[in-house]
């Protein structure tokens, strides 16, 4: 029997981040919307309380704020609930950041459904379908505690507008720490049968999944992503003509978000594709197992859909 | 500036808003004639700013947050010589670098791409807070109007100015009283506009927005030391200076005839050759 991974908060691992790249660079300035200590600023605005810098319950204007400081030539990082810095405020990320092209980071945090009890409200299972729609943002959406660390480095150094989701619940490393490259995926295990393209804490159970489909000798080619927009598609096109099939896994609405992408970048294959994420709908609250349990995005449940997709070719959750 | 010669200047500037609108264009007229003079002596008078050096980190920022009202900023950047005047015929053409809103990659002078109303406010702020951080004295103008403030975006923006002290921050609201629908007391009736700044922390004055001599007045009281930005409650006549529009919401967005232009043009002519006697006869 092996050891519990050791879990670790991403929102703290996010904060660090930041602050170790702030101290060597001062355009780097921190905005809270009544946000940044529960996003994992609280050292950050201990330690550069002058870029640190507070306005309460908004995020429009906030991101209006975050477009005007970068016109300075600061780097301002805006981190609050991904649901309200992708939702509240989208107009202004679409024109006041993406449209002026500005070097503005926003980072949403207890994304997806992690906010299991607070319900809808505070749900965003539509953000990488909508700020992947703007043009010129990069949406990164990290794996595990070490790409949440060289994503938040990547991300401060990549000129020009950043969307990055992390979650909320506390993770396990997955990989050996390395460079990030933005749009670039890793390839994490090797088979033939099918391509499954994960991103986000979900990998971390597709993993998993895919562990116990290779224990049943169904063989799956895994592509971890923490690049939602650019996909990396030249990975996962090479994958999908050897195997002929790719199945996404996403904790988002199966449908705009990493699927949409990968989709994309398939059109000439003709290959099927299958995606694993949330029905359409207004998800039930509850517990975050009970929700990943729920709507089959637990290591059970993945491994399930996972092994009907590759039998029937269609997906468990559409049965 | 002497006030006779921005009068000029904003008399030439109505001129070239006019002349956008040659060969069937049409545009928002109403509100960039009833913002012109402030703009004129924000860019002629007031702003320390380069036309040469449109980028220099320590200059002064002008944001229009009311976007459409582009004709105006289009105007008065051609006549400070930030782009030549010719350019301003291309006004809405097929990939011109004037269209309708504002697109601060487009043209030397613009800080910001605004036209979705409600923004420049905190944008503004930002400019302001990020200035301050690098200890630049530099100042930030904004231009709001009066329709947009049913916004709540803007409300943000006041709350933050003050809270975070931005003296820095001048913001005039052009009360030109008229949006697309009709009187705005009829449409969403923000007023007291005054009272609502000045009861977010905001100092506050109010003048006629048409009067360089007031504006000028107004500016010279700004402290950009003090802890509270300043809102100027600028009273307008919607198209000042062509009769036949003024006070009107249909001049909010308006395609002239030939004829109309011919008579709008030739008033506004009238009024310059007055302006230049009278500074001849001094």
Known sequence: MTAAPELVDPRKTFGQAVTEFAADDSRVVVLSADSGVSSGFGAFRDRFPGRYLEFGIQEHGATGVASGLATTGLVPVFAAIAAFVTNRNYEAFRNDVAYMGQNV???????????????????????????????????????????????????????????????GPAIANLFAEGPFVIGKGRTHRSGDVATVVSTGPATANTIAAVDALRAEGVTLDLLCMPTVEPVDAELIIESATRTGHVITVEEHYDRGGLSAAVSECLGPLRVRHDAIGLPHQHVITGTYEGLLATYGLDAEGLTRQLRDIVAAGRPASAK | ??????????????????????????????????????????????????????????????????????????????????????????????????????????????????????????????????????????????????????????????????????????????????????????????????DKFAAFGWKVRTIDGNDVEQIQGVLAEVDRDSSSPTAVVAQTTKAKGVSSLEDTAASHYWKPAAAEMAEAEAEIRARLQQLSLQTVAR
């Open chain 1, 105 to 167: 980071k926003i980072v949403g945090r207890n994304g997806g459904m992690t906010y299991s009890d607070l319900g809808p409200t505070h749900y965003s299972l539509e953000d990488y379908a909508i700020i992947r729609m703007l043009p010129g943002v990069v949406v990164l959406s990290p794996q595990d505690p070490g790409e949440i660390r060289a994503a938040a480095r990547a991300m401060l150094t990549h000129e020009g507008p950043v969307y990055m989701r992390i979650g």
């Open chain 2, 1 to 194: 500036m002497a006030p006779q010669d921005l009068r000029i200047e904003a008399e030439e500037a109505r001129l070239l808003i006019l002349r956008m609108l040659r060969g069937g264009r049409s545009g928002h007229v109403g509100g960039a004639l009833s913002c012109v003079d402030i703009l004129t002596t924000l860019y002629f008078d007031e702003m320390d700013i380069d036309p040469l050096e449109p980028t220099r980190p320590d200059r002064d920022r002008f944001i229009l947050s009311a976007g459409h009202k582009a004709l105006a900023q289009y105007a008065v950047l051609a006549r400070r010589g930030y782009f030549p005047e010719p350019w301003v015929d291309t006004y809405s053409d097929l990939g011109s670098r004037l269209a309708g809103h504002p697109d601060m990659h487009k043209l030397p002078g613009v800080e910001a791409n605004t036209g979705a109303l409600g923004h420049g406010l905190s944008i503004a702020c930002g400019i302001a807070l990020g200035l301050r951080l690098q200890e630049r004295r530099s100042r930030v103008f904004v231009v709001l109007g009066d329709g947009e403030l049913p916004e709540g975006s803007n409300w943000e923006g006041a709350a933050m100015a003050a809270h975070h002290q931005l003296g820095n921050v001048v913001a005039f609201v052009d009360v030109n009283d008229l949006q697309i629908s009709g009187r705005t007391a009829d449409v969403m009736n923000m007023e007291p506009i005054a």
